[in-house]
């Protein structure tokens, strides 16, 4: 399983999920940005 490797705080709720080559970003309801 993968592990988070960052977590920033964003000013949007919304719900994401990013996918590139090198990682994975995803938004979460608590207003974070975690890159996977």
């Given amino acids: 399983s993968k592990v988070c490797i960052k977590t920033v705080f964003a000013g949007s709720s919304c719900n994401d999920i ?7 970003m995803s938004g979460h309801f608590d207003k974070k940005i975690r890159f996977w």
Wanted: hydrophobic share 30%; aromatic share 0%; charged share 15%.
């Fill in 18 to 24: 990013v996918c590139t080559e090198q990682c994975v």
